[in-house]
């Protein structure tokens, strides 16, 4: 067990913006974490400092005790990450990206197909593994993305509003999948939809002008402000920051 | 598999997937072989420096457009995002599609073959020249398509990487014409299209060699800073 995220003092400027300012927090192995917060309070910057993208200006961040600015690779192999815009190559078949994201990730040639038909089918691509991406529904191009993080067997999975732009049968099998999928993983997923939260996670992470408000489990934080519901935590938290 | 053969691989099967290669390969045929039958056969001559030198100029209209889209697309999609993110580092992925723009140009170089050929089957060809001359556009070739990738990093609009590229190259190619204007004799031996001169009437100089290896090296390391410095 332990922690598999540990993030100490992580500042990202853009220009004169904090877009994330001084933040430390730790994610235990196999929680699953939603991370929440208004559009700009930097929960995208967050998952990108996380999975790699770009480093802090400064602090440091670990994951499964490796810095992973300090050392890429090792760190990068064991991170599945599904961006907020899905990084699909259009004229590429289902098949042939989860071959090529495969290779990158460094899967040995002997597990790599077994790999790619387990996630194909974990994900539900069976119909569509020969179709090139560009030419599929949003909702099959999610799962595609989805699979492309799942590739790897992470011990990490990041997603960035993995419900975004599905139909309601489909959110409700992507929250089903990610369930599913989550058994000894740990999950970070940042979401608007806040029922999906509570439905999905166990524990939230409230972050607003780029600052952790709150990290504490859903039923917890649901004591604590004597509600039901994970909106009015989330109203009360936020909102007095929005106004001032 | 290396990864840099990874990317490579993938960047080439999508120049073949989409009709972008084709249609650079044809227009690039198309061209050399008008000049091709206009300066060697017609003209009943057995020597290729012209064909070579209007090769060259072909490339430097034509590599833009291959160049373009390398890594402009891949910001505009989205789908740098994944590369960053993978166990690759940038100098993998930038040697990886610079790669697979210099297999597309050795596609269209060897696809020329048949030029010489004829040339030996009517009469006593010199291959000497010839393998220099096609060593040369090789070389200047693959100095464009550095120039091109380091444009198409700077932008995620495809249509302004191909104009900087184009500039970038157009004025490699033509800074010898400074000398004139401000004087002194070294501005020419940068010149790109004259020093093709020399390659194509046989002349190859390790020192024009160390010099086009030192662009493309230049050009390819600052694309890499480049995407280092600004991640989107």
Redesign the interface.
């Known amino acids: 067990m332990g922690q598999i995220v540990i993030a100490e003092n992580v500042t990202k400027k853009f220009g004169s913006v904090r877009a994330v300012d001084s933040v430390s927090f730790t994610i235990n192995r196999g929680e699953i974490v939603g991370l929440l917060g208004p559009n700009g309070a930097g929960k995208t910057t967050l998952m990108r400092m996380i999975t790699g993208f770009f480093p802090p200006n400064s602090g440091t961040i670990r994951v499964n005790g490796t810095d992973i600015f300090e050392n890429p690779y090792a760190a990068k192999k064991n991170i599945g990450y599904l961006p907020e815009s899905l990084p699909l190559y259009n004229e590429m078949s289902v098949t042939a990206y989860l071959e090529f994201v495969a290779a990158i990730k460094e899967i040995p040639y002997e597990e790599k197909y077994e790999r790619i038909y387990e996630t194909i089918k974990s994900t539900g691509l069976e119909e569509v593994s020969r179709k090139p991406a560009g030419r599929l529904s949003r909702g099959f191009k999610q799962r595609v993305a989805l699979a492309q993080a799942l590739i790897s067997d992470p011990d990490l999975l990041v997603l960035d509003e993995p419900t975004r732009g599905l139909d309601p049968k489909q959110i409700v099998e992507t929250r089903e999948l990610i369930k599913r999928l989550a058994g000894e993983r740990t999950v970070l997923l940042s979401s608007h939809i806040l029922p999906e939260v509570s439905m999905i996670c166990q524990k939230v992470m409230i972050i607003d002008h780029g600052k952790i408000i709150t990290v504490d489990g859903i039923d917890e934080l649901m004591k604590k402000f004597s509600t039901d519901r994970l909106e009015d935590v989330f109203m009360r938290l936020t909102t007095r920051e929005t106004h001032e | ?1 290396n ?1 840099i053969l ?2 490579a691989k ?1 960047e080439i ?2 120049y073949f ?2 009709p972008v290669a084709y249609i650079v390969i044809a227009v690039f045929l198309c061209l050399s072989g008008y000049f091709y039958y206009g300066s060697v056969i017609f003209a009943g001559q057995s020597g290729m420096e012209e064909v070579f030198y209007d090769m060259s100029v072909i490339l430097m209209f034509l590599t833009p457009l291959i160049t373009m889209r390398l890594i402009a697309e891949e910001k505009k ?13 940038l100098s993998e992925v930038i040697l990886g599609k610079y790669l697979a723009s210099v297999f597309l140009l050795a596609a269209m170089l060897v696809l020329t073959f048949p030029y010489p050929l004829v040339v030996a089957f009517y009469s006593q060809a010199d291959w000497g020249p010839v393998f220099l001359g096609y060593a040369g556009v090789f070389l200047i070739g693959m100095t464009f398509l550095s120039v091109g990738i380091f444009g198409s990093s700077l932008t995620e609009n495809q249509v302004i990487a191909a104009a900087v590229t184009f500039t970038g190259i157009f004025f490699l190619c033509a800074v010898g014409w400074l000398e004139a204007l401000i004087g002194g004799k070294y501005l020419i031996y940068l010149s790109v299209l004259d020093n093709l001169e020399d390659f194509a009437r046989g002349v190859l100089d390790t020192k024009n060699i160390a010099f086009y290896a030192g662009l493309i090296f230049t050009f390819l390391w600052l694309t890499v800073r480049r995407l280092e410095w600004k ?2």
């Open positions: 598999m990864k990874i990317i993938r099967a999508s997937v989409s999609l989205g789908t740098i995002e994944l590369l960053y993110t993978a166990p690759v580092s991640r989107w």
